[in-house]
């Protein structure tokens, strides 16, 4: 950026030296403070282009740390800065400690079957219809997100392979383990829970996504397809 084009508006900058156009080519990192301020303000005064207001409420309070410490008050001492983009910059800096701050859950870790009974069992297992669900997994075997794949009448639930799996390849799943409840309380496979869990097995080593186990709820009880070698 040359100094003249800082006191610019910014909507007579080339496009690829205005600041949101940059931010969407080149990202965040490759802006300055006063670029990203500007993006937040959009335009800035009659007298005063957004980057060079930008500029102008960084040089007041010396440097990111100062203006943090600013209150909405103090922030609308700089010439330009009126409440909204003092605002603006305070919740914008809040979301920036905020994360800064953020330590992420711990995911849940599936090492086998008593896991995913532990998991999710008591959500489904009284279910009067039949749900299938499956557990989409990185590549340490933790929990990445948890999908309702289907939910069927009361005795069978469709569950067709590019359903289970459009979702896996969407979040970058490593692995999935499938489950379903029967609502009759007994967990025993049928000859169409077999079936499809082969077909499944089947459609995820063509995707390279390993399919850990097929988890059966009843009441109370649970069969690891797994287990059995059924898989």
Request: overall charge neutral; proline content about 4%; glycine content about 8%.
């Amino acid at each position: 950026m040359t100094g003249l084009a800082v006191s610019t508006a910014v909507r007579e900058l080339p496009p690829e030296e205005r600041p949101r156009e940059r931010l969407a080519q080149l990202g965040p990192e490759a802006l300055r403070d006063a670029e990203l301020i500007a993006v937040l303000f959009r335009t800035g005064t009659r007298e005063t282009g957004a980057i060079a207001l930008a500029d102008a409420v960084l040089r007041h309070f010396g440097d990111l740390r100062g203006l943090a410490r600013a209150s909405i008050e103090e922030l609308q001492q700089v010439k330009g800065l009126g409440a909204v983009k003092a605002i603006e910059i305070k919740a914008a800096l809040e979301l920036g400690k905020r994360l800064a701050a953020h330590v992420a859950k711990e995911r849940p870790r599936i090492a086998g079957a008593g896991d995913v009974v532990r998991h999710l069992m008591i959500r489904y297992k009284d279910c009067e219809t039949e749900k299938f669900i499956a557990l989409l997994l990185n590549t340490k075997n933790e929990v990445l997100k948890t999908i309702e794949v289907s939910s069927g009448g009361l005795d069978s639930a469709l569950a067709m392979p590019r359903d289970v799996f459009r979702q896996a390849i969407r979040e970058g799943a490593s692995a999935v383990v499938v489950c379903h409840n029967h609502p009759s309380g007994d967990p025993e496979p049928s000859r169409d829970d077999v079936a499809l869990t082969r077909r499944l097995a089947e459609s995820a080593e063509l995707l390279g996504i390993r399919l850990l186990d097929h988890v059966i709820f009843g009441d109370g009880r649970h069969v690891s397809l797994k287990e059995r070698n059924l898989l």
